[in-house]
């Protein structure tokens, strides 16, 4: 099952989309993936919001097992997202190299979880 969000003025509607073939969802923002390549973030610690240095990423809430479904996040044009589970605001920084982020504990490794 593939979840899409759709965000407007800063509130997001979910919407859940039976799979019918194999492949990764398709959605413009958000999808469900596995870990790979691509950065994944986490806000255990409750913040309001947090600097990211990558548009795409993965949220996955707070550290397992207290995780939402790992999903990918790609801001496009903007330079700010909210999550659709969570509710954590990332907001993109140029001056953050890829895949880091501020603070630097919001990420996530797989290998520590």
Do not use: W
Not at 11 to 19: A, N, V
Not at 45 to 61: A, D, M, T, Y
């Amino acid at each position: 099952m593939a979840v899409s969000a759709v965000c407007l003025n800063g509130l997001c509607t979910l919407s859940f989309i039976p799979s019918l073939a194999y492949g990764p969802a398709k959605s413009n923002r958000f999808i469900v993936m596995a870990h790979g390549t691509t950065p994944h973030f986490h806000n255990t610690e409750g913040l309001r919001q947090i600097e990211v240095g990558s548009k795409e990423f993965q949220c996955v809430g707070a550290l397992p097992p207290f995780d939402h479904p790992h999903i990918y996040i790609d801001m496009g044009k903007d330079n700010e997202a909210v999550c659709p589970y969570c509710s954590t605001h990332y907001v993109f920084s140029s001056r953050l190299a890829a895949g880091t982020s501020n603070p630097l504990s919001a990420i996530f490794h797989a290998d520590a979880a």
